[in-house]
């Protein structure tokens, strides 16, 4: 029995196309009864197999098919959410901005930051709004903490703002407690300073410093920064002073502009 199996699985394909063959022969040779019951048991034997693939096929392409769709219900959930919690954020920024009053005679145009230029820190931001919207020359463009810079350029539908943050940007800023005037300035070394302080200048840490008006580009009474740190060696007639910007510019994304009334 042993070589029979032996032989048997070495040759079971030929066998089978044997006997394969062997049905055919004899399906056709048989009268009609007996074909019908041969053919119908060919069907559940031969075909049957063929018939669970198929159906295994199709389920698996119903499987695909059911698992392209919960992919693309959760893509569109995860934007969903996204687009909510950047609803949420912009929501509190706006609720913020309740309690920031222009200056008297100014109103807020709201814009939107189309792009950034940057070297070490953001310099510059283009606008959405330009002269068809009003935009011209040194306004000054402010978020919710306070002052970020004045518009320079200004094309048909978007403008250029310089930013503190731009080396050449200078603004003529006021101690808030003594009143005492200085010159704002930013250098990428150093950061937001203020110079032109004399040494016995009444200045210290926390103090906040606002604009001065002096200049004509910027209303007095905007936060720029507060007092980070002050050093007045001896001798010098001028104090250093380091300021923390009000505003973060590295995560500005709304700003206005201030226009007159």
């Known amino acids: 029995m042993r070589w029979f199996s032996t032989i048997f699985h070495k040759n079971r394909r030929i066998l089978n196309y044997i006997l394969a063959a062997a049905f055919l022969l004899l399906v056709t040779v048989i009268n009609d009864p007996v074909r019908i019951s041969l053919a119908k048991i060919s069907a559940t034997v031969f075909y049957s197999p063929f018939f669970r693939l198929k159906s295994h096929i199709q ?43 222009p200056p008297d005679n ?33 306004l000054a463009v402010v978020n919710r903490y306070g002052l970020a810079g ?13 930013l ?31 110079d032109n302080l004399p040494a016995d200048a009444q200045v210290k840490k926390g103090d906040l410093i606002i604009s001065s008006g002096l200049g004509g580009v910027y209303p007095p009474g905007l936060a720029i920064a507060q007092v980070d740190s002050v050093y007045a060696n001896a001798g010098e007639i001028i104090k250093k002073v380091n ?9 500005i994304d709304e700003l206005y502009v201030l226009m007159e009334n």
Not at 60 to 69: P, S
């Open 164 to 194: 503190l943050t731009d080396p050449s940007n200078a603004v003529s800023g006021r101690v808030g407690e003594s009143r005492q005037i200085g010159i704002v300035r930013f250098a990428p070394r150093r950061g937001l300073y203020m």
């Open 243 to 251: 300021l923390r910007p009000a505003v973060n510019f590295f995560e």
């Open 106 to 138: 100014f109103r807020l145009v709201p814009v939107k930051i189309i792009s950034l230029y940057q070297q070490l820190y953001p310099v510059a931001a283009i606008i959405n709004k330009g002269s068809n919207d009003g935009i011209r020359a040194n």
């Open 150 to 162: 004045k518009i320079v350029d200004v094309m048909t539908n978007y403008a250029t703002v310089q």
């Open 59 to 101: 389920e698996l392409q119903n499987v695909a098919e059911e698992n392209r769709f919960l992919r693309r219900q959760l893509t569109e959930t995860s934007l969903q959410l996204v687009w909510l919690n950047e609803a949420r954020r912009e929501n509190q920024r706006l609720r913020e901005l309740l309690g920031f009053e």
